[in-house]
């Protein structure tokens, strides 16, 4: 299954969800791998100290294959990226469109899931892992503005739907940092999203899931028994309904 983590916005925990959803399927004895789709590197940075002489930029160079460049995390497997991706960035040749798809059909029967960070822009990178996918999750804060771009998305998901890829689907609005003392946190939950779930799942606003990306680990080996482990081991359960 190859799900896309996407929203244009940033700051909607698209990079915290890929690598602690990742980590929770991983215990579930998934095998898992992530794709790094940001040219800002945040999911590679979050996990690997080192710098990478070859990165996702190079698979669609086409100098290397992706299975060639996909390192070890504990037991999740990474396709790094960084700053240079953004170079290919303005080839919106149609031909490009579809670099990941071709890609991932080479290697999906290796897994069970297939998580891609998404860039917080409809680009490129972001049209490309929309074509490969089964499924769209889609991280938005319980704040006014994260509900308001939503519309574009849902409009962009609905024309490469159309032209692109007729098997997509949104598997679900996941609200992140979420906390249940302030009134707009809860009134947000309750907003109508015509013909889009919402995952049962919440991710609550923690201290944890703050402090673990400079911690190079997974919330499950930061902080195991905190909420956002919590949490994102339900969001785990989730998912592997969709099997």
Do not use: W
């Not at 004895?29 to 945040?42: A, E, R, Y």
């Not at 590679?44 to 698979?59: G, P, R």
């Not at 390192?71 to 999740?76: E, L, Q």
């Not at 598997?171 to 003392?181: H, N, S, V």
Request: net charge neutral; aromatic share 8%; glycine share 4%.
């Amino acid at each position: 299954m190859i799900i896309s983590i996407i929203n244009q916005k940033g700051g909607v925990g698209k990079t915290t969800t890929t690598i602690n959803l990742g980590a929770a399927l991983a215990k579930n004895g998934k095998k898992v791998l992530l794709i790094d789709m940001d040219p800002q590197g945040n999911l590679t940075t979050s996990l690997f100290k080192n710098e990478f002489e070859k990165t996702i930029y190079h698979v669609f160079l086409k100098e290397v294959n992706m299975s060639d460049i996909s390192v070890k995390h504990d037991d999740i497997k990474i396709v790094p990226a960084d700053i240079e991706l953004s170079a290919f960035e303005m080839q919106s040749n149609i031909n490009n469109f579809y670099v990941l798809s071709k890609e991932l059909k080479l290697i999906h029967d290796y897994y069970d899931y297939i998580l891609i960070d998404c860039p917080p822009s409809l680009n490129l990178f972001t049209i490309n892992a929309m074509i490969a996918s089964n499924y769209l999750i889609i991280p938005v804060t319980t704040e006014l503005m994260s509900i308001k771009g939503l519309n574009q998305l849902i409009k962009s998901y609905n024309e490469i739907k159309e032209t692109n890829n007729g098997q997509l689907k949104v598997m679900g609005i996941l609200f992140t940092k979420y906390d249940k003392r302030q009134t707009i946190d809860n009134e947000i939950l309750k907003i109508d999203t015509p013909g889009i779930d919402k995952f049962e799942t919440i991710i609550r606003r923690s201290v944890e899931l703050k402090e673990v990306p400079g911690s190079l680990k997974s919330i499950f080996e930061f902080a195991p028994n905190s909420r956002g482990a919590k949490d994102y081991m339900n969001l785990a359960l989730e998912v592997m309904k969709y099997e």
